[in-house]
T-cell receptor, first 112, second 112 residues
Framework: GEDVEQSLFLSVREGDSSVINCTYT??????LYWYKQEPGAGLQLLTY?????DMKQDQRLTVLLNKKDKHLSLRIADTQTGDSAIYFC????????????FGTGTRLTVIP | DGGITQSPKYLFRKEGQNVTLSCEQN?????MYWYRQDPGQGLRLIYY???????QKGDIAEGYSVSREKKESFPLTVTSAQKNPTAFYLC???????????FGQGTRLTVV
């Protein structure tokens, strides 16, 4: 079955770059996603990458996809205190169903 | 403004009681989803519905029930058969066949 893994915690200093990593198992996934959850709130779609891409950049966010290793990362440049949140990696199964499989989430803490 | 409204934000239930969580969307989305979030775990899919009057079980449907009588509404009932119902519940929606990009603010259910 589908399995998505992330480390649970990451701390960075304000102004540094953050890199959040994710590994997944379903090699037939067409899309992989990053979501952000602020305290007590729902999820917000940050960005996504199509499986035939290696990299996608969107302002301070860079997504890297290594299909061979089934590894996805999210880099946040110039991390700000407002970036403190839980970040979820998710994969869309290759079965055609449009439900998602989420990782455990990485809690990013930005230290002023 | 279009969006997803979940209510209530906090809900307390006595053991042995059924309780219904509300989810309403005015985005004209065909597909709606219910996820459960537990600390240190990823989101897990409870039920999803691609179209009115149709729904499918997700990974952890036992002890839950849903209905989809209207396009806008997808209520989730947590029954007394759910052995560990205390969790944060998130409702989501998407266009049919599209990525899930709208989430509600969540309902935190506590069994007392």
């Amino acid at each position: 079955g589908e399995d998505v893994e992330q480390s649970l915690f990451l701390s960075v200093r304000e102004g540094d770059s953050s890199v959040i990593n994710c590994t997944y198992t379903d090699s037939s996934s067409t899309y992989l996603y990053w979501y952000k959850q602020e305290p007590g709130a729902g999820l917000q779609l940050l960005t996504y990458i199509f499986s035939n891409m290696d990299m996608k950049q969107d302002q301070r966010l860079t997504v890297l996809l290594n299909k061979k290793d089934k590894h996805l990362s999210l880099r946040i440049a110039d991390t700000q205190t407002g970036d403190s949140a839980i970040y979820f990696c998710a994969q869309e199964p290759g079965t055609g169903a449009n439900n998602l499989f989420f990782g455990t989430g990485t809690r990013l803490t930005v230290i002023p | 403004d279009g969006g997803i409204t979940q209510s209530p934000k906090y809900l307390f239930r006595k053991e042995g009681q059924n309780v219904t969580l509300s989810c309403e969307q005015n985005l004209n989305h065909d597909a709606m989803y219910w996820y459960r979030q537990d600390p240190g775990q990823g989101l897990r899919l409870i039920y999803y519905s691609q179209i009115v009057n149709d729904f499918q079980k997700g990974d952890i449907a036992e002890g839950y029930s849903v209905s989809r009588e209207k396009k806008e509404s997808f209520p989730l009932t947590v029954t007394s058969a759910q052995k560990n119902p205390t969790a944060f519940y998130l409702c989501a929606s998407s266009m049919r066949g599209a990525l899930v990009d709208f989430f509600g603010q969540g309902t935190r259910l506590t069994v007392v």
